[in-house]
């Protein structure tokens, strides 16, 4: 740690001019596209509490990159860390909490909106917006910013600054799109693992701070004051916006449907059936008919039969089945008996009076 800050001059009247257009583009961008969606949907207006935390994250940038605090942090290791909060943390948490990129969505044409969508769902996209990597490019770049004498180069040149505002700003928004906006996110998991994340972001935040404060392996070179000051307000001011982060992970949390067991298949047609004769109540809705069967099973006497009962399992069934089998017995003996064999015809014979008469009556008579 040594004994000076390196500082350079803020940039004179551009380094004012070109943040106040770049904040005012913006803004009036963001409020140009909420016209436009009211145009294009009267019925679904836009949210006046995002257009309000848009505004006070664009106000929070302006106050971080604007005198006074800009010429502080240029001279002071404590106001950098304040630009360091403010453009990293407050600022990002109220540029994502008003949706813009849901509000892009609404704004645009339908092709426009299916390119953008291709786009979020792409696979850089999807990796960038996991909570894992936004706690690495946010939380991780502080030992490497603070613990390396990357600081004091970047520090040294007016582009390095601009390009450390940048990573601040961008990885403080892509950090809390991934754990609490309210914008579509495909691989966003669910809320205990985003917790679990904020809590590593938490730890790595205090961590850093409580090194700085002591001293130890700092490569900071300004007044031992400043950087025990510029870590005390990482410390308190860290806590507080990664508590305003799980707030509004609360708020815009919406637990989705009961859970719900699958419906046999049988109870799914009928559902279906029923719903189709809601919607269609002067229709019928015709089924197709089902094949008849190929197999070579000859008919089962039951069909033919209707008061024969089929063979069932259990007690009952099988005392119905006694009785019925008593009560038919007599029909069920005779349709399986065999045929009867027909009785050989006896000989017949004429007596002297013209009567027929069996061949064996004579003989019994005669005798």
């Not at 948490?93 to 849901?102: I, M, N, Q, R, S």
């Amino acid at each position: 740690m040594g004994h000076h800050h390196t500082s350079h001059p803020a940039g004179g009247a551009p380094g004012v001019v070109l943040p106040v257009l770049a904040l005012l583009v913006c803004a009036g961008g963001y409020l140009l596209l909420v016209l436009r969606a009211r145009r294009r949907n009267p019925v679904r207006a836009w949210s006046p509490w995002r257009t309000a935390a848009f505004c006070a994250g664009v106000v929070l940038l302006a106050v971080a990159l604007l005198p006074p605090v800009a010429p502080f942090a240029h001279r002071d290791f404590r106001g950098h860390m304040v630009q360091h909060l403010l453009t990293g943390m407050y600022a990002p948490l109220g540029l994502v909490l008003g949706a813009p990129v849901t509000l892009v969505l609404r704004a645009v044409c339908a092709p426009r909106a299916r390119r953008l969508t291709a786009v979020l769902h792409s696979a850089p996209a999807r990796l960038l917006t996991r909570p894992p990597v936004a706690v690495l490019l946010s939380a991780g770049g502080l030992p490497v910013l603070y613990f390396t004498p990357l600081y004091d180069t970047a520090m040294a040149h007016p582009a390095g600054h601009w390009l450390v505002h940048a990573h601040f700003l961008l990885s403080g928004c892509l950090f809390a799109h991934a754990v609490a906006g309210p914008d579509p996110a495909p691989a966003r998991p669910g809320v205990p693992a985003r917790l679990v994340w904020l809590g590593c972001a938490i730890a790595v935040h205090a961590v850093a701070a409580q090194l700085m404060y002591g001293g130890f392996g700092v490569a900071v070179h300004a007044p031992a004051s400043e950087v025990r000051g510029g870590a005390e307000i990482m410390y308190y001011g860290g806590d507080i916006a990664e508590l305003l982060v799980a707030a509004a992970l609360v708020a815009t949390w919406r637990p989705g449907p009961p859970f719900r067991t699958a419906r046999p298949p049988q109870a799914a047609g009928a559902a279906v059936r029923v719903t189709a004769r809601r919607l269609l109540p002067g229709r019928r809705v015709r089924h197709r008919p089902r094949r008849a069967s190929r197999s070579t099973v000859p008919p089962s006497p039951y069909r033919e039969r209707p008061g024969l009962l089929r063979p069932h399992k259990g007690v009952a069934a099988r005392r119905i089945r006694t009785r019925v089998t008593a009560e038919f017995a007599d029909d069920i003996a005779e349709a399986s008996a065999p045929a009867a064999a027909p009785q050989a015809a006896r000989p017949t014979a004429v007596n002297a009076d013209g009567q027929v008469r069996a061949a064996g009556a004579g003989a019994s008579n005669a005798a």
